[in-house]
């Protein structure tokens, strides 16, 4: 498997702890690496996907459209589309569940994928932004969902923002994903 394909960019990473790491190994040597390792690490890698130059899905029935993408650490983005709304669904074994996000939508192409310390960097979580509407063409309120990305390679819904706010996807990410398991727990709510 590719790294990532045609349509599939990364953006740009982001580790606010990373340099302070570095520098008390340079510094101080392996005990203060190890004490800052204890820091509050929540990278942020951001990649931007143009759904419609990645190759058909493989699997049938994602929808009229479906594309598959590949996002960070190889992880599927499967991007499917009926015409009028479009949605966004992760991993190799994903969970199949209704987004509930009104009767028009369609994804943001950039998906910020959250990592923890204990993941080592495997994301395991992609906060996706989508724009909402009653019709095709007006399009003028968001919504942020959280997607669980389990390492058995299920993903799944964890959260849907109503009032689009893309910290408090962050922290829910976070705080949540690593205790959230798809399937048998409750979607949390904004």
């Known amino acids: ?3 990532d394909c045609e349509g599939s960019q990364v953006v740009r990473r982001l580790w606010p702890a990373g340099p302070a790491l570095a520098g008390a190994l340079l510094l101080f040597g392996p005990a203060a690496a190890e004490a800052a390792a204890g820091l509050d690490l929540k990278p942020s890698t951001y990649t931007r996907h143009d759904y419609k130059k990645c190759p058909a899905a493989p699997a049938a029935g994602e929808g009229p459209d479906a594309r598959m993408c590949l996002g960070v650490a190889n992880v599927p983005v499967v991007w499917s589309s009926d015409g009028a709304s479009a949605a966004l669904w992760f991993g190799r074994k994903p969970l199949k569940e209704s987004l509930n996000l009104g009767t028009v939508f369609r994804p943001d192409a950039s998906v910020e994928w959250r990592a923890t310390p204990a993941s080592q960097g495997r994301p395991v979580a992609a906060i996706v932004r989508y724009r909402v509407g009653e019709r095709a ?22 959260a849907v923002l109503p009032s689009g706010d893309a910290k408090k996807a962050r922290d829910l990410a976070d705080e949540k994903a690593s205790g959230f398991r798809c399937g048998s727990s409750r979607r949390l709510g904004g």
């Open 137 to 158: 063409g007006a399009l003028s309120a968001s919504r942020v969902v959280v997607y669980r990305l389990e390492t058995s390679g299920a993903g799944c819904v964890m």
């Open 1 to 3: 498997m590719r790294s």
